[in-house]
């Protein structure tokens, strides 16, 4: 439940922001959009990394980068991780 009211608030920005709001197909896109909504929102929960703090080596992928990337999944409808992936691999090789 509070993974889908996540999704409509960032979806409710986005239309407030732009009055031409279309929903795009673009991966990229809509992956960036998200992040910088996370970013916003998450003030002082995440270091300069995009990362929960805690010990240990920083990942390539940041935490913030994980939740935008399954927000905008869900968004789309992309139900299966699996299929995510492929899409990931044959459409968008080097952006993510």
């Known amino acids: 439940m509070l993974?889908?009211?996540c999704i409509l608030l960032v979806f409710r920005n986005l239309r407030l922001r732009n009055k031409n709001y279309i929903p795009m197909h673009n991966l990229k896109v809509n992956f960036d959009k998200i992040l910088k909504i996370c970013k916003l929102n998450s003030n002082d929960l995440v270091n300069e990394f995009g990362?929960?703090?805690?010990?240990?080596p920083i990942p390539k992928f940041s935490d913030l980068e994980?939740?935008?990337?399954?927000m905008m999944a869900?968004?789309?409808g992309i139900d299966?991780?699996?299929l995510l992936f492929l899409k990931i691999r044959t459409d968008y090789p080097e952006d993510f």
Do not use: C, H, Q, Y
């Not at 990362?51 to 240990?56: A, E, I, L």
């Not at 994980?66 to 399954?70: E, F, R």
């Open 3 to 5: 993974k889908k009211l």
């Open 51 to 56: 990362n929960v703090p805690r010990p240990g």
């Open 66 to 70: 994980v939740i935008s990337l399954s």
């Open 74 to 76: 869900e968004a789309l």
């Open 80 to 82: 299966s991780e699996n």
